[in-house]
Every structure is written in C-alpha cells, then in structure tokens.
Nanobody, 119 residues
Framework: QVQLVESGGGLVQAGGSLSLSCAASGSIFSIIAMGWYRQAPGKQRELVAT???????VYADSVKGRFAISRDNAKNTVYLQMNTLNPEDTAVYYC?????????????WGQGTQVTVSS
C-alpha cells in the first residue's frame, strides 16, 4: 500500500499562484509515475499533469505553460507549481501514484486538496 499526503492549495485571486505537494509513504517501491488530477463540481476527474520515474512529464492542454510538475525522488514527493491561475482552475486536486507490481498496475490517490480561484 502507498499512502499519499497532500498539502498546499487554498484560495487565491485570478492571476495568482499556488503550489501543491504530495508525499508518498508506505510500500513506495516500483512507483512508475506520480501526478495530479482535479475534479470540479459536476465534472469528471481530469488529468492535470504527471511525471514518470524517469522525469518525463505530461500536461493537460489547459495548463500547459502555466503549471509545472516536479518530483524529489529522495523525498518521495511530487510538486505542482500553479501560476497564472484562473477561476476555471477551481477544483479539488488529487495526488496520484501509479505502482507496478508483478505486471499489475495499482493506482493510489490522496485525499484531495481544494484550490479556489476567485475572479
């Protein structure tokens, strides 16, 4: 089992910045990727950004150029720097970790942290 603890988030005005962090603990071997997803009210959960164990990144088109994902392998922590926020970024942000064990993929989720962008 992998436990994910998120921190950061909160309320910010449009155009502002916030940063999120997510620390992984437990059976953290063979984590092949970590990332962030978000879910706005009445909408499905969507990918924000992911980063592989090798450092390859994927971003949603809506956040490219504004958000940056990074990870500190020594601390088993992934970060999301969010700049130029707009009200459409308002959502609950969830940390995700993907673990591969015996060719089976396991997904783990954090509890979620609220990000609210006021106009």
């Amino acid at each position: 089992q992998v436990q994910l603890v998120e921190s950061g988030g909160g309320l910010v005005q449009a155009g502002g910045s916030l940063s999120l962090s997510c620390a992984a603990s437990g059976s953290i071997f063979s984590i092949i990727a970590m990332g962030w997803y978000r879910q706005a009210p009445g909408k499905q959960r969507e990918l924000v950004a992911t980063i592989s164990s090798r450092g390859s990144t994927v971003y949603a088109d809506s956040v490219k150029g504004r958000f940056a994902i990074s990870r500190d392998n020594a601390k088993n922590t992934v970060y999301l720097q969010m700049n130029t926020l707009n009200p459409e970024d308002t959502a609950v942000y969830y940390c995700n970790a993907v673990q591969m064990r015996l060719d089976i993929t396991y997904n783990y989720w954090g509890q979620g942290t609220q990000v609210t962008v006021s106009s």
